[in-house]
Structure formats: structure tokens, C-alpha cells
Nanobody, 121 residues
Framework: QVQLVESGGGLVPPGGSLRLSCAAS????????MGWYRQAPGKQRELVAT???????NYADSVKGRFTISRDNAKNTMYLQMNSLKLEDTAVYYC???????????????WGQGTQVTVSS
């Protein structure tokens, strides 16, 4: 079993910055791809950014040039640096991780509980 815990959300004015973290805990697993998603009130959950175990990244067009995804494989932790935040970035941000238990070829997708990001003046 793997647990993902997000942190770093909060209230920030337009143009401000936040850094989200997603820490994975458990035992005997390896993490493949990880990603950040968000869900605003009344909207579907959408992709924000993803990162592979090798560090290849992918971003939604709406956040390109403003957000940076990264990960520390030694700490099983992923980050999302969010700069130049806009009102429309307000949402609950979720992280996920594609995990393989050691000694198997199975993949499991885990989600964190979410952290609120509110951009408001």
C-alpha cells in the first residue's frame, strides 16, 4: 500500500507563487510516472503536469511557462512550483503516482487527498 500526501496549498494573491509537495510513503515499491491534477468547483478534474521516472515532463497549455514540475526520487517526493498565479488557477490540486510493487510487473495508480489552492485578491 502506498500513501500520497500533498502539502503547500493556501491563499495567494494574483501574480503570487506557491510550491506544492507530494510525498509518497509505503514499502517495497518503485514509482514510475507522477502527476498533478486539479479540480475547480463545478468542473471536471484536469491534468496540470506529469513527470516520468526519468524526468520527462508534460504540461497543460494553461500552465506552460508558469508552473514547473519536478521530483526527488531519493525522497519519493514530487513538487509543483507555481508562479504568476491567476484567479483561474484556483482549485483543489491532487497528485497521483503510478506504482509498481517490487518483484512484480503490476502497476497501480494512487491518488492523494488534495490540497486547496486559492488565488484571490
Amino acid at each position: 500500500q502506498v500513501q500520497l500526501v500533498e502539502s503547500g496549498g493556501g491563499l495567494v494573491p494574483p501574480g503570487g507563487s506557491l510550491r506544492l509537495s507530494c510525498a509518497a510513503s509505503g514499502s517495497s515499491f518503485s514509482i514510475n510516472a507522477m502527476g498533478w491534477y486539479r479540480q475547480a468547483p463545478g468542473k471536471q478534474r484536469e491534468l496540470v503536469a506529469t513527470i516520468t521516472s526519468g524526468g520527462n515532463t508534460n504540461y497543460a497549455d494553461s500552465v506552460k511557462g508558469r508552473f514547473t514540475i519536478s521530483r526527488d526520487n531519493a525522497k519519493n517526493t514530487m513538487y509543483l512550483q507555481m508562479n504568476s498565479l491567476k484567479l483561474e488557477d484556483t482549485a483543489v490540486y491532487y497528485c497521483n503516482a503510478l506504482v509498481t510493487p517490487l518483484g512484480t510487473r503490476s502497476n497501480y495508480l494512487y491518488w492523494g487527498q488534495g490540497t486547496q489552492v486559492t488565488v484571490s485578491s
